[in-house]
């Protein structure tokens, strides 16, 4: 098993599957124009921290650059309402737009029309099943998040048996039914921990904290809970505070917002598994800015995951997110 400190440094993955070949820049059906200096962000959800600090990130690229960037979210991470978005976003004809696809298959259609109409599609943070749309990818190792996450539990829980619950947000939402399928094969590696059959929470906290409530009622020997997601953790921390079990059912959430990290320093929380948002918000624009004037860009990129207890908060600073830039 590994130590605390060496589960801390899982990740810095590198996985760069070179993107070049005329197949990856330009779009088919429409040509790019290079002296384009306008870019569009649309992320998967209004005011959500993870997506609040790629925006600061990209923002502050961008005007670096020359660029202008126009920012837009649909208010819950819902498919009707970002497509809505990137129609008009498409309307307005930037050289390239970025963009956390809320369904991997439902945008592939708008974004393919994006792509005919010479816009460089970027992916950050999700991505869609179909890769020929998008000249680059940008994202969390969610599968390694999702395996760090039951890493860090069953350290946590120190050889405790008993019942592990596992929440997910959307089905068809890539990131987190990455990091599902990575929490899901590592627990499977220890005998005396039952995963119980992961839920859906509509990515609602409400949900989450109705779901956790029901299972500690139906499983007595709860002993530890992964959220997927800030949501899904948030719900799961509220439920198990209302019902006496902080501490005593584990929590591992996802993401370091500002609640998630109050959260952990208060104990409602046991770990966060937190990503590198601003670093894929700054690479999306370089990336949309090199995909613009024809340059070849990396297909594919994983960023780093770092697990974050009480015991190092202090020292893991740099990886909270912010609630505004």
Do not use: W
Not at 196 to 216: G, K
């Amino acid at each position: 098993m590994r130590t605390h400190k060496g589960l801390l440094a899982l990740g810095a993955a590198a996985l760069l599957l070179a993107g070049c070949g005329s197949g990856q820049i330009g779009g088919t059906g429409g040509q790019t124009d290079p002296n384009n200096k306008n870019l569009a962000l649309i992320t998967g959800q209004r005011g959500e921290p993870f997506y609040v600090s790629i925006e600061c990130a990209a923002q502050q690229e961008a005007a670096a650059q020359g660029y202008q960037l126009n920012v837009q979210a649909p208010e819950k991470f819902e498919q009707a309402e970002q497509s809505q978005i990137l129609g008009g976003i498409v309307a307005s004809k930037p050289g390239s737009v970025i963009i956390a696809p809320t369904d991997d298959k439902a945008l592939a259609a708008p974004l393919q029309q994006a792509k005919g109409n010479g816009i460089q599609v970027v992916e950050v943070d999700t991505a869609l099943e179909d890769r020929s749309i998008a000249v680059t990818s940008l994202s969390s190792d969610n599968y390694a998040g999702g395996q760090l996450a039951a890493q860090t539990l069953v350290q946590l829980l120190g050889g405790k048996p008993g019942s592990v619950l596992a929440l997910n947000t959307k089905a068809g939402t890539s990131t987190t039914d990455e990091r599902a399928k990575g929490f899901e094969e590592e627990i499977a590696k220890h005998p005396n921990l039952k995963l119980l059959p992961t839920q859906y929470t509509e990515n609602e906290p409400a949900t989450a904290a109705q779901i956790v409530s029901s299972t500690l009622a139906a499983n007595p020997d709860l002993v530890g809970v992964f959220g997927t997601n800030l949501n899904t953790g948030e719900g799961a921390g509220t439920a198990l505070s209302n019902a006496g079990k902080s501490g005593q059912v584990q929590l591992v959430g996802f993401d370091a917002s500002p609640k998630q990290v109050d959260d952990l320093r208060n104990g409602r929380v046991q770990a966060l598994i937190a990503q590198n948002p601003g670093k894929i918000g700054q690479e999306g624009v370089k990336r949309a800015i090199a995909a613009i004037k024809g340059q070849p860009v990396e297909r594919e990129t994983k960023t780093e995951m770092i697990s974050i207890t009480r015991d190092n908060l202090d020292q893991q600073a740099q990886y909270f997110y912010k609630s505004q830039c």
